[in-house]
C-alpha cells in the first residue's frame, strides 16, 4: 500500500482550504458540513491522543503533526505523546484520551475509547470521497464511475450503493471486481462501453487512470489517490472539477465516524 511521504504533506493547510473551496462551490457544503450530514455528529470538547508508531518503515516525519493540526482544525483537542507504540499508548489512555489515532504500514484506525467504535482510514476515506463525488450538484444522471476497488474503492462503491446509485466500477484485478460484483451489486465498467460519467470516484495508487472517453465534459473527480489519476491534459481540456487532498479529508471522515 501507498505510504504518505513528508512531502505529501506539506502545506496540509493549504491544499485543505483549496480543496474545502471546491467541495464547497460544486456541492454546496464544506467538508464539515457533509461529514455532519453523513453522520450526524458534530465535535465537542473530545480529547484525542496521537501516537507515533515506529512499526515496518516507521515514523513519517511530519505525520503526527499534521494529524494534530486536522484534529485541531475541526475543534478537537488533540496531544501527540511524548513516547510511541505501547509506552505511547498507555501514556495516552492514562492522560484520558476519549479517540486514539495510530498508524501502522498497513492499518490507520482511529478508536473511540468511550463509545468502542473503531474506524480504518481506508474505509472512512473511501465513504468521505463517495460521499463528495455524489454530492456533485452539476450531476447529468445518478451514474457514477468507481476506478480502482481495492479497500478504499470498495468501500466507496458500498457507500454508494447504499444511496442509490447506478455504481460502475472496474479494477485491474479481476478478483476485485468480481468481489465487488457478486457483494454490492456493482456493474462492471469497460471502457468499450463508451459510457461518460459526470461523478468519477478515482481509489488507485497509479497516475493517468481516468481517459477521455471515460468522463462529461462536465464533470467532479473525487480522489484521495496519490499520484493524482486525471492527466492534466484532460482536466484542462474539459470542464473537470478536482477534489484531491493526501490527508486531512480522510482523517475528518475518521474523526467524524467515531466521536
Ligand atoms: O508516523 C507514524 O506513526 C507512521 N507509523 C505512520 C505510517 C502511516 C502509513 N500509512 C500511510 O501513509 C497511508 C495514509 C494515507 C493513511 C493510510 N495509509
Ligand atoms: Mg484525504
Do not use: W
Not at 64 to 76: E, P
Not at 152 to 171: I, P, Q, R, S
Not at 225 to 253: N, T
Amino acid at each position: 500500500m501507498a505510504l504518505l511521504t513528508p512531502r505529501d504533506l506539506e502545506n496540509l493547510s493549504m491544499q485543505l482550504e483549496e480543496n474545502d473551496e471546491t467541495i464547497k462551490r460544486v456541492t454546496g457544503l464544506d467538508v464539515r458540513g457533509i461529514c455532519e450530514e453523513l453522520y450526524g455528529t458534530k465535535p465537542g470538547s473530545l480529547k484525542v491522543g496521537i501516537i507515533p508508531i515506529t512499526a515496518g518503515d516507521g515514523i513519517i516525519s511530519n505525520f503526527a503533526s499534521s494529524l494534530l493540526f486536522i484534529t485541531q482544525y475541526f475543534g478537537l483537542e488533540g496531544a501527540i505523546t511524548e513516547h510511541s507504540d505501547m509506552t505511547g499508548y498507555y501514556e495516552a489512555v492514562s492522560q484520558g484520551a476519549d479517540i486514539i489515532l495510530m498508524a501502522d504500514d498497513h492499518m490507520f484506525v482511529a478508536h473511540n475509547l468511550r463509545k468502542g467504535k473503531i474506524v480504518s482510514n481506508h474505509v472512512a476515506t473511501g465513504i468521505i470521497y463517495a460521499e463528495i463525488a455524489s454530492r456533485f450538484r452539476e450531476a447529468s444522471s445518478k451514474d457514477i464511475l468507481v476506478i480502482g476497488l481495492g479497500r478504499v474503492g470498495y468501500a466507496g462503491a458500498a457507500h454508494l450503493m447504499k444511496k442509490g446509485f447506478n455504481v460502475y466500477a472496474c479494477d485491474p484485478n479481476r478478483g476485485f471486481l468480481e468481489k465487488a460484483v457478486k457483494e454490492l451489486g456493482i456493474k462492471p465498467y469497460c471502457s468499450e462501453d463508451r459510457k461518460r460519467f459526470s461523478m468519477v470516484l478515482e481509489a488507485t495508487p497509479n497516475a493517468n487512470t481516468i481517459s477521455e472517453g471515460m468522463i462529461e465534459e462536465r464533470c467532479l473527480v473525487s480522489t484521495p489517490g496519490i499520484p493524482c489519476g486525471l492527466p492534466p491534459e484532460i482536466g484542462k481540456k474539459y470542464r473537470v472539477d478536482l477534489v484531491m487532498e493526501p490527508l486531512v479529508i480522510g482523517v475528518a471522515s475518521m474523526l467524524y465516524s467515531v466521536i
